[in-house]
């Protein structure tokens, strides 16, 4: 099993127990071996999206993220109306060239 497979199944049971001696267990193991850990990992890899479940995002998914994120600040995005517009004429040209 690879690393992140066996983070995101860790990161899966200890979100699912209600067990705080076992949590407590998890943390006091984590923190003996801290010297030992190497956690490069930026924070923002783990996104909590609903209660029970968290995403871990391979590198490929970060950097599209951070990707994104920039192009947002940067102003580089279109609104939804412009969006729209964008599709219909795609779809028009579209139209034009198959004839349907």
């Known amino acids: 099993m690879d690393t992140d497979k ?3 199944e860790l990161i899966a049971q200890i ?3 209600n067990d705080s001696m076992l949590l407590l267990k998890i943390k006091e193991i984590i923190d003996s071996h801290q010297s030992i850990l190497s956690i ?3 924070t ?3 996104e909590k999206i609903v209660p029970e479940k968290i995403y871990v995002f391979n590198e490929w998914q970060q950097k599209r993220i951070d990707i994104a994120l ?3 600040e940067n ?3 279109l609104t ?3 969006d729209q517009k964008e599709m219909q004429k795609w779809f028009e ?3 034009k060239l198959f004839g349907q």
Do not use: F, I, M, R
Request: hydrophobic fraction near 15%; glycine fraction near 4%.
């Open 6 to 8: 066996l983070k995101s």
């Open 15 to 17: 979100t699912a127990t």
């Open 40 to 42: 490069n990992e930026p």
């Open 44 to 46: 923002s890899v783990y």
């Open 70 to 72: 920039k192009q947002v």
């Open 75 to 77: 102003g580089e995005y």
């Open 80 to 82: 939804e109306e412009e």
């Open 93 to 95: 040209e579209e139209e």
